[in-house]
């Protein structure tokens, strides 16, 4: 099978100059156009494509911020920023971009791109999968350091974590504890577990979301899956990018 591609990009002579170039690699098997940055979402989760060629300035989301969504939503596509400028490569290769490429297109620097794509699949192909029983990624835990001891907790089982004046209490189902955690540094720990910032002060596990509701002057509660129903504040300002990891 040949690679599946999406072209994200607002202007149209880009998008038939790249079609153009990636016509003539014989291992391109399908290439579908979105034209903006909701549309590159959403071509995303139909297509599930092997590589996203991804404009970095468009009118809705900048490449940045379609990048860290569809880490989240696609981890395995494989991203390569396309731009007329070259200060955004720094930032590019910190979402862990495949590939930065310059406009305009070059043929040449698309064969490199192809060059490492191949590479990279054969790499990949060479890999003896590993159970992730065994490589204890199933077992990991948060490790809560309390008066009486260290509490160990699967992030799964944490509802949310909320800021409560200078204390930190990160929530289970029907309890919560007090720990030593800032909220930045429990950000860190559990974004690779699905936890997403909604307010300065609340830290919400996606999985335990069970309502959105509007409350005023553009603002949202949350209603958590907990024993208590907890009613979560989301800040206006992360409504879009909540409900884009919340839904399919």
């Known amino acids: 099978m040949g690679w599946n591609i999406v ?15 990636l016509e003539q690699f014989h291992d391109v098997d399908k290439v579908t156009h979105a034209t903006c940055g909701m549309d590159a979402i959403k071509k995303v989760k139909e297509q599930t494509p092997d590589v996203l060629f991804l404009d970095m300035e468009m009118p809705d989301l900048n490449g940045l911020q379609i990048a860290e969504i569809v880490g989240e939503i696609q981890p395995q596509v494989k991203i390569v920023f396309s731009t007329a400028y070259d200060q955004y490569a720094v930032h590019a290769f910190k979402l862990r971009a495949f590939h ?7 043929e040449e620097d698309l064969a490199i791109v192809f060059r490492e794509l191949r590479k990279s699949q054969l790499e990949t192909a060479s890999v003896i999968p590993v159970n992730a029983t065994t490589a204890g990624a199933t077992s990991v835990k948060l490790a809560l350091e309390l008066e009486e001891g260290i509490k160990y907790v699967f992030p799964k089982d944490i509802v949310y974590i909320s800021k409560e004046g200078k ?53 949202y509660n949350l209603l958590m899956d907990d024993a208590l129903r907890s009613s979560i504040p989301v800040s206006r300002n992360y409504v879009k990018m909540l409900r884009l990891k919340l839904e399919i």
Not at 7 to 21: K, W
């Open 167 to 219: 204390y930190v209490q990160v929530h289970i189902r029907d309890q919560a504890y007090d720990v030593t955690y800032t909220l930045s540094e429990l950000e860190q720990k559990l974004e690779p577990f699905g936890f997403f910032r909604c307010h300065k002060s609340y830290l919400v596990n996606l999985g335990s979301i069970a309502e959105l509701k509007s409350w005023v002057n553009g603002a």
């Open 7 to 21: 072209i994200a990009d607002d202007e149209a002579p880009a998008r038939e100059e790249l079609v153009y170039l």
């Open 100 to 106: 930065y490429m310059l406009k305009p297109y070059d």
